[in-house]
């Protein structure tokens, strides 16, 4: 692919021609904030986390940067009061679903949540929307792992890496607001077939999948 160049936040960045900008922007040390999107993820991203907004110069509104592909000439702003009110909402949004435990987390000092409301100044703690605690059960019956839906952002990374990684037992369920990360057949990890191999917790960007 051709080497082009972009321009983010007034600096110019080599790029290919066709990358994804959210990963030209992180390669080269711009931060967006982001959860879902993932680098194998190139056709078809599921966008679905709404924290990675930017503005592209030619474009009405933000896009997430996640579904941009760079060209020769780009410019983009990672910042602008309509972006940052994006983000804020998509982040209190998440966090209002969220149980909140840093402090007995294994995710606590690496966790993509921490690392969001460091960069983009926002608290953890919804300030507007009311938390709603689904309180699901905790799933401690496999080995080496343990499984804390409450805290799960939806991001399907275990999934992805237990599919290419593991054995291929994790899966989204259900809709809208009952929407999880599950087994097949929804039994506890130690019925399900897992062998602890770690590849979800090392695919998660928070701490729902977490080594025992
Ligand atoms: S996932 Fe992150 S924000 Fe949530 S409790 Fe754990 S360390 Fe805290
Ligand atoms: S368990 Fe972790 S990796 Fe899996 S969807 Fe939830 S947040 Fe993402
Ligand atoms: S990383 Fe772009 S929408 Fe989630």
Redesign the pocket.
């Known amino acids: 692919m051709r080497e082009i160049t972009i321009t983010i936040d007034d600096r110019l960045i080599s790029a290919r021609e066709g990358d994804i900008l959210?990963w030209a922007a992180l390669d080269n040390g711009v931060y967006i904030p982001?959860?879902?999107?993932h680098r194998e993820e190139l056709k078809h991203?599921?966008?679905?986390?709404?924290?990675?907004f930017v503005e592209v110069q030619g474009r009405p509104m933000p896009v997430?940067?996640?579904?941009v592909k760079v060209s020769d000439g780009l410019v983009v702003n990672t910042r602008s009061e309509r972006v940052d009110a994006l983000v804020a909402a998509g982040f209190e949004l998440i966090m209002s679903n969220h149980r909140l435990d840093c402090k007995n987390c294994a995710a606590n000092g690496n966790c993509g949540l921490q690392r969001i409301a460091k960069e983009r100044k926002l608290r953890l703690k919804p300030k507007n929307l009311p938390v709603l605690e689904r309180d699901l059960q905790v799933d401690s019956s496999a080995d080496g792992i343990v499984y804390d839906p409450n805290k799960c952002v939806l991001?399907g990374h275990c999934i992805r890496s237990c599919r290419s990684d593991g054995k291929g037992i994790l899966g989204f369920t259900r809709r809208g607001y009952d929407r999880i990360v599950t087994t097949f057949g929804d039994v506890p990890l130690g019925e399900s077939g897992c062998n602890s191999c770690g590849a979800c917790a090392s695919a998660c960007p928070v701490g729902a999948f977490a080594p025992k």
Do not use: D
């Open positions: 959210l982001h959860l879902c999107a991203p599921s966008a679905s986390c709404r924290l990675c997430p940067a996640c579904t991001c």
